[in-house]
């Protein structure tokens, strides 16, 4: 969007959060970060439920599997951008006559 003035309008306005909210949905970006956020929870729950299966050193095992959590995360996300700025691109946003 190069220029800002056109949301000025409130109808123009409204178009443009829709636009928006349809970006995050058709490019994947929510289910993605919600697939991050799984993977959170999944991580969190396997340090806790298999913690005696582990052994003695249960911290180092977890601190190894937290990188690797932190690994995958940022390359998501990253897919995640990269696929809305994409869709942005593929997609731009006009004001409503």
């Not at 994947?28 to 582990?54: D, E, K, Q, R, W």
Request: hydrophobic content about 55%; overall charge positive; proline content about 3%.
């Amino acid at each position: 969007m190069q220029d800002a003035r056109a949301l000025n309008n409130g109808a123009n306005l409204s178009s443009w959060k829709a636009w928006e909210g349809e970006a995050y949905r058709r490019s994947g970006f929510a289910a993605i970060l919600s697939g991050v956020f799984a993977l959170m929870l999944a991580f969190v729950f396997s340090v806790t439920v298999f913690a005696g299966v582990l052994g003695d050193d249960v911290v180092s095992k977890a601190v190894v599997g937290l990188m690797a959590y932190l690994g995958i995360s940022f390359a998501l996300m990253g897919l995640a951008v990269v696929r809305l700025n994409a869709w942005k691109r593929a997609h731009p946003w006009t004001p409503p006559s």
